[in-house]
């Protein structure tokens, strides 16, 4: 998947529900960063760790009750070393309990519209009823990276030490291919070997996710043709920039004469390489607009045609708010009309 144009360029049973393994722990690391941003926790919180966080099984940091860690070293364990006693630990500081962080993350799931993603866990331990796709998961880490752009890069870190103990980030695609900047790994009985990869070349960042491989070297592999095959057959350009004029339009009846329109969001679009130059955008207006004008109020249409046939359509918004002209201005649109 393109991270900027969310376009899917290969897939197969994309959107079949399977066991995530530790791919869950994207969504803990997400909700986490959130309660980061809100101020509701603080890297250097000192945490203390309880009975329930460090018998966890899995993946540990090997944490001992009784003692405390910062939510910064606990974090970096669940992330670099997928450390389920960092997640446990990290959880019940934020929440009254574990059951609750799990509601915020299917919340959150229903938010950025995982429409087939299911939490009942936040380390990834199998368990019935938790469940994710590899489109879900693509598209949460595309959220991640998207919203939480200074904490992702602790996914590229290839080691951790925490107490002395070295341990070492279970992607490969990190040691194998400079372009590969995350993201995570996990691998359960039920699981099988689990992978999400991101990879940026040339400003263009593509999103591989790999669930139910049979083994490390086939994760890798998958995961690793995915990113190839992405880069080499597709491009990703930025078509139009939110809030930037595509064109002005003559408006009447305001306190202003021209109305700028444009895109809410960024517009990226991916095609096959040399596709672009077949592209072919027409922006389509109402022939009479007049005020008041909401801004974000759609106001026409960007069609694209590729190769001379229908491709796609977005809104074109009002890029400003302009109200209502006086009786003077008013007055010299309508005798313009009339003329016209």
Known sequence: MDHDSGQVLAGKNSDKPLPPASLTKLMTAYVL??????????????????????????????????????AEELLKGMIVVSANDAAIALVEHVSKNVANFVMEMNVTARALELRQTVFVNVTGHDEKGHVSTAHDLARL????????????????????????????????????????????????????????????????????????????????????????HGFHHFETRLLYAADVPALRVRLWMGNQSMLPLGMRHNLYLTLPRGWHEKLHARLVVKETLSAP??????????????DQKPYAEYPLVALQEVGTGNIFQRTIDRVQLWLQ
């Open 33 to 70: 960063f959130g309660k980061l941003k809100d101020g509701k926790l603080q890297l250097n919180d000192k945490i203390a760790i309880s009975q329930q966080a460090a018998k966890t099984s899995g993946a540990r940091l090997f944490l001992r009750a009784g003692t405390t860690a910062s």
């Open 141 to 228: 880490t595309s959220a991640l990276i998207r919203d939480f752009p200074e904490y992702y890069k602790w996914f590229a870190q290839k080691e951790f030490t925490y107490r002395d103990i070295t341990q070492y980030n279970h992607n490969a695609l990190l040691w194998r291919d400079s372009s590969v900047d995350g993201v995570k790994t996990g691998q359960t009985r039920s699981a099988g070997y689990c992978l999400s990869a991101s990879a940026n070349h040339d400003g263009m960042r593509l999103i591989a996710t790999v669930l139910g491989a049979r083994d490390e070297s086939a994760r890798v592999s998958a995961g690793q043709k995915l990113l190839e």
């Open 293 to 306: 004008v909401q801004q974000g109020q759609v106001m026409g249409t960007l069609a694209l045609e590729l």
